[in-house]
Protein backbone atom coordinates (compact mmCIF):
# COMPACT_ATOMS: atom_id res chain seq x y z
CA UNK A 1 0.00 0.00 0.00
CA UNK A 2 1.68 3.22 -0.93
CA UNK A 3 2.56 5.05 2.16
CA UNK A 4 -0.41 8.17 0.71
CA UNK A 5 -3.42 5.40 0.82
CA UNK A 6 -1.75 4.19 4.42
CA UNK A 7 -3.38 5.80 7.97
CA UNK A 8 -1.52 8.57 9.76
CA UNK A 9 0.57 6.31 11.89
CA UNK A 10 1.02 7.04 15.71
CA UNK A 11 4.52 7.61 15.17
CA UNK A 12 3.91 10.56 13.77
CA UNK A 13 2.21 11.34 16.83
CA UNK A 14 4.62 11.09 19.01
CA UNK A 15 7.63 12.63 17.26
CA UNK A 16 5.42 15.79 16.81
CA UNK A 17 4.97 15.95 20.57
CA UNK A 18 8.31 15.07 21.35
CA UNK A 19 9.88 17.54 18.97
CA UNK A 20 7.91 20.57 20.53
CA UNK A 21 8.38 19.02 24.01
CA UNK A 22 12.23 19.21 22.98
CA UNK A 23 11.62 22.68 21.74
CA UNK A 24 9.99 24.78 24.45
CA UNK A 25 12.82 22.93 26.83
CA UNK A 26 15.12 24.83 25.05
CA UNK A 27 12.92 27.85 24.66
CA UNK A 28 13.27 27.59 20.89
CA UNK A 29 10.59 29.20 19.14
CA UNK A 30 9.02 27.65 15.84
CA UNK A 31 11.20 30.51 13.98
CA UNK A 32 14.24 29.59 15.73
CA UNK A 33 14.04 25.63 15.08
CA UNK A 34 13.01 26.25 11.27
CA UNK A 35 16.37 28.53 11.13
CA UNK A 36 18.62 25.51 12.74
CA UNK A 37 16.90 22.93 10.43
CA UNK A 38 16.92 25.40 7.80
CA UNK A 39 13.06 24.45 7.29
CA UNK A 40 10.26 26.65 7.02
CA UNK A 41 8.64 27.35 10.35
CA UNK A 42 4.70 26.53 9.57
CA UNK A 43 5.85 22.67 8.05
CA UNK A 44 7.65 22.39 11.65
CA UNK A 45 4.11 23.15 13.25
CA UNK A 46 2.36 20.63 11.03
CA UNK A 47 5.13 17.89 12.04
CA UNK A 48 4.38 18.89 15.77
CA UNK A 49 0.79 18.60 15.61
CA UNK A 50 1.17 15.19 13.79
CA UNK A 51 -0.18 16.44 10.20
CA UNK A 52 2.40 15.60 8.21
CA UNK A 53 3.87 12.14 7.15
CA UNK A 54 7.39 13.38 7.45
CA UNK A 55 10.57 11.83 5.89
CA UNK A 56 13.56 10.26 7.40
CA UNK A 57 15.64 13.13 6.41
CA UNK A 58 13.82 16.16 7.72
CA UNK A 59 13.09 14.15 10.98
CA UNK A 60 17.24 13.46 10.97
CA UNK A 61 17.48 17.26 10.29
CA UNK A 62 14.72 18.21 13.51
CA UNK A 63 16.89 16.16 15.74
CA UNK A 64 20.31 17.34 14.73
CA UNK A 65 19.06 20.62 15.23
CA UNK A 66 18.05 20.06 18.91
CA UNK A 67 21.09 18.42 19.27
CA UNK A 68 19.67 14.98 19.98
CA UNK A 69 19.66 11.38 18.51
CA UNK A 70 17.08 10.42 16.36
CA UNK A 71 16.06 7.78 18.28
CA UNK A 72 15.04 9.92 21.24
CA UNK A 73 12.32 11.29 19.37
CA UNK A 74 10.46 8.27 19.12
CA UNK B 1 15.32 23.59 2.54
CA UNK B 2 12.47 21.09 0.97
CA UNK B 3 13.90 17.70 2.12
CA UNK B 4 13.76 16.82 -1.70
CA UNK B 5 17.28 19.08 -1.75
CA UNK B 6 18.35 17.83 1.91
CA UNK B 7 21.64 15.78 1.80
CA UNK B 8 20.68 12.00 2.86
CA UNK B 9 20.49 11.49 6.40
CA UNK B 10 22.73 9.36 7.98
CA UNK B 11 19.44 7.81 9.66
CA UNK B 12 18.50 6.52 6.27
CA UNK B 13 21.39 4.13 6.38
CA UNK B 14 21.25 3.21 9.57
CA UNK B 15 17.48 2.41 9.65
CA UNK B 16 18.00 0.37 6.26
CA UNK B 17 20.58 -1.77 7.63
CA UNK B 18 18.69 -2.21 11.36
CA UNK B 19 15.63 -2.93 9.31
CA UNK B 20 17.46 -5.58 7.48
CA UNK B 21 19.50 -7.35 10.28
CA UNK B 22 15.56 -7.40 11.98
CA UNK B 23 14.60 -8.98 9.08
CA UNK B 24 17.15 -11.94 8.74
CA UNK B 25 16.93 -12.26 12.86
CA UNK B 26 13.59 -13.47 11.98
CA UNK B 27 14.41 -15.47 8.80
CA UNK B 28 12.01 -13.25 6.92
CA UNK B 29 12.38 -13.12 2.68
CA UNK B 30 11.38 -9.29 1.31
CA UNK B 31 8.24 -10.64 0.19
CA UNK B 32 7.45 -12.01 3.66
CA UNK B 33 8.30 -8.45 5.05
CA UNK B 34 6.71 -6.72 1.90
CA UNK B 35 3.34 -8.68 2.30
CA UNK B 36 3.40 -8.26 6.00
CA UNK B 37 3.86 -4.36 5.41
CA UNK B 38 1.55 -4.33 2.60
CA UNK B 39 4.48 -2.73 0.69
CA UNK B 40 6.63 -3.60 -2.47
CA UNK B 41 9.23 -5.66 -1.97
CA UNK B 42 11.56 -4.16 -4.32
CA UNK B 43 10.79 -0.72 -2.13
CA UNK B 44 11.61 -2.14 0.98
CA UNK B 45 15.06 -3.46 -0.27
CA UNK B 46 15.88 0.37 -1.55
CA UNK B 47 15.21 0.79 1.81
CA UNK B 48 17.51 -1.49 3.33
CA UNK B 49 19.99 0.26 0.90
CA UNK B 50 19.43 3.50 2.34
CA UNK B 51 18.21 4.66 -1.28
CA UNK B 52 14.57 6.15 -0.45
CA UNK B 53 13.59 8.80 2.03
CA UNK B 54 11.42 6.86 3.71
CA UNK B 55 8.57 8.79 5.20
CA UNK B 56 7.59 8.15 9.28
CA UNK B 57 4.25 6.04 8.95
CA UNK B 58 5.99 3.55 5.91
CA UNK B 59 9.05 3.44 8.48
CA UNK B 60 6.18 2.70 11.68
CA UNK B 61 4.55 0.09 9.50
CA UNK B 62 7.37 -2.02 8.68
CA UNK B 63 8.54 -1.88 12.67
CA UNK B 64 4.84 -3.21 13.48
CA UNK B 65 5.67 -6.28 10.56
CA UNK B 66 8.35 -6.92 12.63
CA UNK B 67 6.38 -7.01 15.63
CA UNK B 68 9.68 -3.91 17.13
CA UNK B 69 9.34 -0.56 18.32
CA UNK B 70 10.42 2.18 15.68
CA UNK B 71 12.99 3.51 17.60
CA UNK B 72 14.85 0.30 17.63
CA UNK B 73 15.46 0.61 14.26
CA UNK B 74 17.08 3.91 14.64
Redesign the interface.
Known sequence: ?P?SK???????VV?GQRLREARHARDLTLEDLAERA??NWSYIAQVERGIR?????????L?DALGL???DL?
Open positions: MSRPASQARFDMNVSIDNMAAAPLRL
